[in-house]
């Protein structure tokens, strides 16, 4: 659905008038596209640390012109604060106000990303609260920042360095246009595994993933970003979405599955498809979900069970399924779609705010069992996502619901599909038990 609103406000006389009347000024933002810079202007990475240090020359292999000092004036496409050497709340005086002098010249569509180690892990009370500074410093910035710009961070647990290959992976990721719609959020990087791409462009090149509810809407976006980046696809859904399910096959020359995934046996019977049509299962991507809203006061069974045995406890029996297979070994993905109801909750969901929120806490409870694997599991969270099902909300609400967060715009089925793409890497696979928000930075809620 085309926000036409943000079209016209983003230039020529719909900027001058929204500039005028005080309204929205929502940006164009800056999606990936193959071929694309990785950012729109030099990168400062600030910081004094070793981490600094040894952070710049891996940036310079990516090709990208690394200022370790600020050129009054110069328009920046990222910049890179450092903090990974913080022992109390005064030592972010410096490198964050140093920082602060470069943030007038970012460019259009530009990135703030900040690397820190995680508060769990601070030696004592003076380093957890500057850590535990850097959170609110990041998303206070998010809400600062215009023109498309975003700002998220990477937090490292003990033992993960700067250039630790995921760290790389989430820092390349926040860097470019995959992660246009996601702002103000922080991921922990909790281990050194994690393999680089050969080729950036191909990440999941040779891999055979799994996509439920792949037959429209957000899941057939995930279907055609897996397959852009070089994956398998086995695209699954209900018999009767059987047409639009073959339509998306047919379009990333993968195979359908006509499935019902609420079955005792469908976990069982997507192993055995993959494994007879491909030869083997690398990753698992749970889409499928369904929503039947009421206020509780009006909630039925069939509303609350139908709704919560979709969205989590059909991906319970699917898990327990690939964790005891053979075929789902060999440093296995497993990415669940949950969503900001889940975290912030929403006025006629509870059904639908407890499925969610139940897939963040099994992702956080599975990630030990996939360990041993080299395997991960993490969740993605959308916010207001241009849909069909947004596109039956009422034009008013429709409208301020868009507008609620720091971008003021809503997100497209292809950023939720990049951040799902970026967490099923080998890339990634220093993260796991992480959920991230493809939000916008909600400006509600939780």
């Given at each position: 659905?085309?926000?036409?609103?943000?079209?016209?406000?983003?230039?020529?006389?719909?900027?001058?008038?929204?500039?005028?009347?005080?309204?929205?000024?929502?940006?164009?933002?800056?999606?990936?596209?193959?071929?694309?810079?990785?950012?729109?202007?030099?990168?400062?990475?600030?910081?004094?640390?070793?981490?600094?240090?040894?952070?710049?020359?891996?940036?310079?292999?990516?090709?990208?012109?690394?200022?370790?000092?600020?050129?009054?004036?110069?328009?920046?496409?990222?910049?890179?604060?450092?903090?990974?050497?913080?022992?109390?709340?005064?030592?972010?005086?410096?490198?964050?106000?140093?920082?602060?002098?470069?943030?007038?010249?970012?460019?259009?569509?530009?990135?703030?990303?900040?690397?820190?180690?995680?508060?769990?892990?601070?030696?004592?009370?003076?380093?957890?609260?500057?850590?535990?500074?850097v959170d609110g410093l990041l998303r206070s910035l998010a809400k600062e920042l215009r023109a498309g710009a975003?700002?998220?961070?990477?937090?490292?647990?003990?033992?993960?360095?700067?250039?630790?290959?995921?760290?790389?992976?989430?820092?390349?990721?926040?860097?470019?246009?995959?992660?246009?719609?996601?702002?103000?959020?922080?991921?922990?990087?909790?281990?050194?595994?994690?393999?680089?791409?050969?080729?950036?462009?191909?990440?999941?090149?040779?891999?055979?993933?799994?996509?439920?509810?792949?037959?429209?809407?957000?899941?057939?976006?995930?279907?055609?970003?897996?397959?852009?980046?070089?994956?398998?696809?086995?695209?699954?859904?209900?018999?009767?979405?059987?047409?639009?399910?073959?339509?998306?096959?047919?379009?990333?020359?993968?195979?359908?599955?006509?499935?019902?995934?609420?079955?005792?046996?469908?976990?069982?019977?997507?192993?055995?498809?993959?494994?007879?049509?491909?030869?083997?299962?690398?990753?698992?991507?749970?889409?499928?979900?369904?929503?039947?809203?009421?206020?509780?006061?009006?909630?039925?069974?069939?509303?609350?069970?139908?709704?919560?045995?979709?969205?989590?406890e059909a991906q319970l029996r699917i898990n327990e399924?690939?964790?005891?297979?053979?075929?789902?070994?060999?440093?296995?993905?497993?990415?669940?779609?949950?969503?900001?109801?889940?975290?912030?909750?929403?006025?006629?969901?509870?059904?639908?705010?407890?499925?969610?929120?139940?897939?963040?806490?099994?992702?956080?409870?599975?990630?030990?069992?996939?360990?041993?694997?080299?395997?991960?599991?993490?969740?993605?969270?959308?916010?207001?996502?241009?849909?069909?099902?947004?596109?039956?909300?009422?034009?008013?609400?429709?409208?301020?619901?868009?507008?609620?967060?720091?971008?003021?715009?809503?997100?497209?089925?292809?950023?939720?599909?990049?951040?799902?793409?970026?967490?099923?890497?080998?890339?990634?696979?220093?993260?796991?038990?992480?959920?991230?928000?493809?939000?916008?930075?909600?400006?509600?809620?939780?």
């Amino acid at each position: 659905m085309t926000d036409k609103y943000t079209q016209f406000v983003s230039r020529g006389i719909g900027k001058d008038v929204a500039r005028k009347l005080g309204l929205p000024q929502p940006a164009v933002l800056r999606r990936y596209q193959p071929g694309q810079p990785l950012v729109p202007g030099p990168v400062l990475v600030q910081g004094t640390s070793t981490g600094a240090d040894e952070l710049a020359p891996a940036l310079l292999s990516w090709d990208l012109d690394v200022r370790r000092h600020a050129v009054p004036r110069e328009k920046l496409g990222a910049i890179i604060l450092v903090l990974d050497e913080l022992d109390g709340p005064e030592d972010l005086e410096r490198p964050v106000l140093a920082a602060a002098a470069s943030v007038r010249d970012l460019a259009t569509g530009a990135r703030v990303v900040t690397v820190s180690l995680t508060p769990a892990s601070a030696p004592g009370p003076a380093a957890a609260a500057a850590r535990q500074g850097v959170d609110g410093l990041l998303r206070s910035l998010a809400k600062e920042l215009r023109a498309g710009a975003t700002a998220n961070g990477i937090m490292l647990a003990d033992g993960v360095t700067t250039t630790s290959p995921s760290t790389l992976a989430a820092l390349r990721f926040f860097l470019s246009g995959r992660s246009a719609f996601v702002d103000g959020q922080l991921l922990t990087v909790t281990s050194d595994e994690g393999k680089l791409p050969a080729d950036p462009e191909k990440p999941l090149a040779g891999k055979v993933a799994v996509v439920t509810g792949a037959a429209r809407g957000i899941g057939a976006a995930i279907a055609r970003t897996l397959h852009r980046d070089g994956a398998i696809l086995v695209v699954v859904d209900v018999p009767a979405a059987g047409d639009h399910l073959a339509a998306v096959a047919n379009e990333v020359k993968g195979t359908a599955l006509q499935l019902d995934i609420t079955r005792e046996d469908a976990g069982r019977r997507i192993i055995d498809h993959a494994v007879a049509r491909h030869g083997r299962l690398d990753i698992v991507v749970h889409n499928a979900g369904i929503t039947r809203d009421k206020l509780l006061a009006n909630m039925d069974q069939g509303r609350w069970s139908s709704v919560i045995g979709v969205n989590i406890e059909a991906q319970l029996r699917i898990n327990e399924a690939l964790l005891a297979s053979e075929h789902f070994r060999k440093s296995p993905r497993i990415v669940s779609v949950a969503s900001t109801s889940g975290i912030a909750g929403n006025r006629g969901q509870t059904n639908y705010a407890a499925s969610k929120g139940g897939v963040m806490g099994m992702v956080r409870a599975t990630a030990p069992l996939l360990a041993d694997h080299h395997g991960s599991i993490n969740a993605v969270a959308p916010g207001f996502i241009e849909t069909e099902m947004t596109a039956r909300i009422p034009f008013a609400t429709r409208e301020i619901a868009r507008r609620l967060n720091s971008l003021q715009q809503g997100g497209q089925p292809g950023d939720v599909a990049e951040a799902i793409a970026f967490l099923a890497s080998d890339a990634a696979g220093g993260i796991s038990g992480e959920v991230l928000r493809v939000c916008g930075q909600n400006l509600v809620g939780a």
